[in-house]
């Protein structure tokens, strides 16, 4: 399995940040796998772009001597913050039209971004006004929202300090169902994915 990073347009430092804090955890299997981390380089309006992060998808693959083909049948869990959500989410589309497997899409702050798709989608927010107007444009089930409201890009550098409340919103919107830190949470989902 393979976790594909994709940032929004913001210091790479900020991305840093969110892989060392939340991503490498002591005695976890997602440290153990982190050449399976890929992080679009883009710091530009290029985030926007399905097709820039999909051809960073294929040069990576072959870059690591895989064939695609057998890239392609390894499941990718999408990661994406703010402005990074609009190309992720497209590129997540044209992955699965080349055949490949998209095991989940994490859109981190990605308001105003509509996401629908085959595959299971949670949507963490920075706030609860974020979290219920995203949910108008699509959202799956296991989703975040800070509380007390941080401002946007604290989420993404530091996710350990963040907490907030995790809610089924197949369910409801409120009440929260928990109570834990932005990176507890995404670590829940990446364990789940990861274990299943």
Same mark, same amino acid.
């Given at each position: 399995m393979s976790i594909i990073i994709c940032p929004g347009i913001h210091d790479p430092a900020?991305?840093?940040?969110?892989i060392s804090?939340?991503?490498?955890?002591?005695?976890?299997?997602? !440290?153990?796998?982190?050449?399976?981390?890929?992080?679009?380089?883009?710091?530009?309006?290029?985030?926007?772009?399905?097709?820039?992060?999909?051809?960073?998808?294929?040069?990576?693959v072959a870059y690591r001597r895989?064939?695609?083909?057998?890239s392609l049948k390894s499941p990718i869990i999408f990661i994406s913050f /703010? !402005?990074?959500?609009?190309?992720?989410?497209?590129a997540a589309h044209l992955w699965q039209l080349l055949g490949g497997s998209v095991k989940a899409f994490i859109a981190i702050d990605g308001w105003g971004v509509p996401l629908k798709g085959n595959f299971p989608i949670h949507r963490?927010?920075?706030?609860?006004?974020?979290?219920?107007?995203?949910?108008?444009?699509?959202?799956?089930?296991?989703?975040?929202? !800070?509380?007390?409201?941080v401002d946007h890009l604290?989420?993404?550098? /530091?996710p350990q300090t963040v907490k907030g409340y995790w809610v089924d919103?197949?369910?409801?919107i409120s009440p929260p169902k928990g109570y834990l830190t932005a990176a507890e949470f995404l670590l829940m989902l990446l364990k789940r994915y990861e274990a299943n």
């Open positions: 900020f991305t840093e940040s969110f804090e939340c991503l490498n955890i002591p005695n976890g299997s997602i !440290a153990k796998n982190q050449s399976n981390i890929l992080v679009f380089p883009g710091k530009d309006i290029s985030v926007l772009s399905a097709l820039h992060i999909l051809q960073f998808l294929r040069v990576s895989y064939c695609l083909t057998d /703010s !402005a990074g959500v609009v190309g992720a989410i497209g963490m927010s920075h706030d609860y006004f974020t979290h219920w107007s995203s949910s108008l444009l699509g959202s799956g089930q296991n989703n975040f929202y !800070a509380e007390p409201a604290s989420i993404w550098k /530091s919103s197949s369910i409801e």
